[in-house]
């Protein structure tokens, strides 16, 4: 089954400054991933997906991943950190054929003024 | 862009009570619909797989006769608790995924505060 991993449950970051938000995945067949946001007592809003076409994926709100096969990875980027993007992020996956989505324990991202 | 409406928001309770958790999809079929469940500062997890015309699918450990779920037209699931206790106070955030689209993204609900007093 697939799973995924997040690395670091909170992460802070001075505003404008690199947000990276770490994933990582287990499985022997690539799967399609997925980065999601929530805001507090909201449902999720995906930010974008993985679908074995273009490796580095672009998303709303300025954020980017980027699937790495060799590190079985899927970090989260985003160049400048807004006020706003502080929330939590999930990363999920799905195999191929399976309809199940799995997540992440999720990181809390924080932005300092 | 495609919409999950969830219904309540926020729900208060008293214990011995039930609840019902609407999720409808505005603006496209869904044949298939998940409810999540979601504790305080921890992630998603799914409870079952909601299933147009039959039977849910639970997950191992959630009992199939506390949380009835109901799946009776394309655009609308619903999840009875039954019988809340407070341990069942959560968040609950059902999704669903364009009909005939297996891989695609689940379109999220905002969720619905439930708390049993």
């Known amino acids: 089954a697939q799973s995924v991993t997040q690395l670091g449950s909170h992460v802070s970051v001075s505003e404008g400054a690199l947000v990276l938000l770490r994933c990582n995945y287990s499985s022997s067949v690539p799967p399609y991933l997925f980065w999601y946001v929530q805001y507090p007592n909201q449902g999720l809003q995906l930010l974008l997906k993985?679908?074995?076409?273009?490796?580095l994926v672009k998303g709303i709100n300025g954020f980017e991943a980027e699937f790495k096969k060799s590190e079985t990875s899927f970090h989260l980027t985003k160049p400048s950190a807004h006020m706003s993007d502080a929330a939590e992020y999930f990363c999920?996956?799905?195999?191929?054929?399976?309809?199940?989505?799995?997540f992440g324990t999720g990181t809390r991202l924080t932005i300092i003024p | 862009g495609a919409v999950v409406s969830q219904h309540p928001s926020r729900v208060i309770c008293k214990s011995g009570t039930s609840v019902k958790i609407e999720c409808r999809s505005l603006d496209f079929q869904a044949t298939t619909m998940f409810w999540y469940r979601q504790f305080p500062k921890q992630s998603l997890m799914l409870m079952a797989t909601?299933?147009?015309?039959?039977?849910?699918?639970?997950e191992q450990g959630v009992e199939k006769d506390k949380f009835l779920i109901n799946h009776a037209s394309l655009t609308l699931s619903t999840l009875t608790v039954t019988s809340a206790h407070p341990e069942d106070s959560s968040f609950y955030i059902c999704?669903?995924?364009?009909?005939?689209?297996?891989?695609?993204?689940?379109?999220f609900g905002n969720g619905t505060r439930l708390t049993v007093t």
């Open positions: 999704s669903a995924r364009h009909r005939g689209a297996r891989n695609s993204p689940l379109h």
């Open positions: 999920a996956g799905i195999n191929f054929g399976n309809e199940k989505l799995t």
């Open positions: 909601s299933n147009e015309g039959s039977k849910a699918t639970y």
């Open positions: 993985y679908t074995s076409a273009a490796t």
